[in-house]
């Protein structure tokens, strides 16, 4: 019986320090502290590339463009090409109706033949004039009266038949004036038909333009980017309208296409011409074209009382894959390291006194974490290089 009472109390004497120790256990746990740290907080250093770079947001646009307008008015009546088709210069894009241009090109051959007409009856008439001011028998005439006044003083002739000769000779005369006088009206009546013959001639000139003008051709080789016009829609002409003229269509080249981007003015003075830079579309995530700065414009332009510039950036499209109009990013290199040691920008601090440290992960520092000071090398507002102080596969703290 003693030997059953002992063996209860041993029990329960193991079950008691079992429970004191796990209170212990548990005591301590709760007063030490903890050092492990959230792992989204954690960033692993890599290696990789990081340039130091100025954005240029803008458009894609095609090298060349050219907006194709008609130099005559008229009614479309075919159209050959449409928009997304590649043309040749000189290829036959619209078809204006040609029935008036051509009834306008027949009355102008008319009006042609009528001047033509009057011309040779006005210089038919001048030339009988000419030849009637000439007067061939006048001397003759005045021969006459000579003698018939010698005649007449030498009693051989009548006084009447002498007044006959200088009758004779003075009514020729006044003929010769006459047709003088006339001559010198058809001569200009002569120059003004040969006028209205030019003027009917440059009439048929333009209405042959304006029927030529009525087939609309392409100018250029490239893509038609655009087609403004369908069958049966009036057209006027660029001569009478000038800028405001029906649009027909719009065609680009498109194998080299730029990016016309702007940059703020305290990024101007970074670009030169021929740096390099790369460019990405919400088209083709993830693809990155090489392009170039060509052209830096020399005006800024202020909006919002912020100035920038506009700068064009070339990319090669052999492939047609960059589209008129498309929104672009034309990042251009300013400098650029590779195969480099990065971490999230979120990971640095930087002192007052310009000094820039990390934090890293150590469980035997207060907080699981501990500084550690860093040289930095590029950054561009997303990862920084590290020069020296950390190694690539270490782990940072984000702050």
Do not use: C
Request: hydrophobic share 40%; aromatic share 4%.
């Amino acid at each position: 019986m003693g030997k059953s009472k002992w063996l209860k109390r041993s029990i329960w004497l193991a079950v008691i320090a079992a429970v004191l120790a796990g209170s212990g256990f548990g005591v301590r746990a709760m007063l030490r502290p903890d050092n492990s740290i959230d792992p989204s907080k954690l960033a692993t250093a890599e290696k990789g590339d990081i340039a130091r770079s100025v954005v240029a947001t803008g458009k894609v646009q095609p090298k060349t463009k050219v907006e194709v307008k008609s130099k005559a008015s008229g009614i479309v009546e075919k159209l050959l090409a449409d928009y997304g088709q590649y043309v040749k210069q000189g290829q036959i894009i619209a078809e204006l109706d040609k029935e008036q241009l051509q009834a306008l090109l027949r009355e102008a051959h008319a009006s042609l033949a009528a001047a033509q007409a009057v011309e040779q009856s006005a210089r038919a008439t001048y030339e009988r004039n000419a030849v009637e001011s000439e007067a061939p028998d006048l001397p003759f005439l005045k021969s006459s009266v000579d003698r018939a006044r010698e005649l007449h003083k030498q009693g051989l002739l009548a006084r009447s038949a002498e007044e006959d000769a200088e009758r004779s000779y003075e009514v020729a005369r006044n003929k010769q004036l006459i047709a003088i006088r006339n001559a010198t009206v058809t001569k200009a009546e002569v120059a003004r038909a040969q006028a209205q013959v030019a003027q009917a001639q440059a009439s048929i000139e333009r209405a042959e333009q304006d029927l030529r003008y009525s087939t609309v051709v392409s100018p250029m080789n490239g893509l038609m980017l655009s087609r403004n016009v369908e069958v049966g829609d009036a057209v006027s002409s660029i001569l009478v309208l000038g800028s405001q003229a029906t649009l027909i269509a719009t065609l680009g080249d498109v194998s080299e296409v730029y990016v016309l981007g702007k940059v703020d003015q305290s990024d101007i003075g970074k670009i030169h011409l021929g740096q390099q830079a790369r460019i990405t579309v919400e088209s083709y995530p993830g693809r990155i074209f090489s392009g170039e700065v060509i052209k830096i414009s020399p005006l800024g332009v202020e909006k919002d009382n912020v100035t920038t510039f506009e700068v064009r950036v070339s990319i090669h499209n052999p492939e047609g894959l960059m589209k008129a109009n498309m929104s672009a990013n034309a990042e251009v290199v300013l400098e650029e390291h590779k195969g480099v040691v990065l971490v999230p920008e979120g990971a640095i601090i930087y002192g007052k006194d310009r000094s820039t440290n990390v934090e890293v992960p150590d469980i035997t520092a207060r907080g699981g974490k501990r500084k550690a000071p860093v040289k930095l090398g590029l950054t561009n507002g997303v990862r920084a290089e590290i020069i020296s102080g950390l190694n690539a596969g270490q782990q940072v703290v984000l702050q």
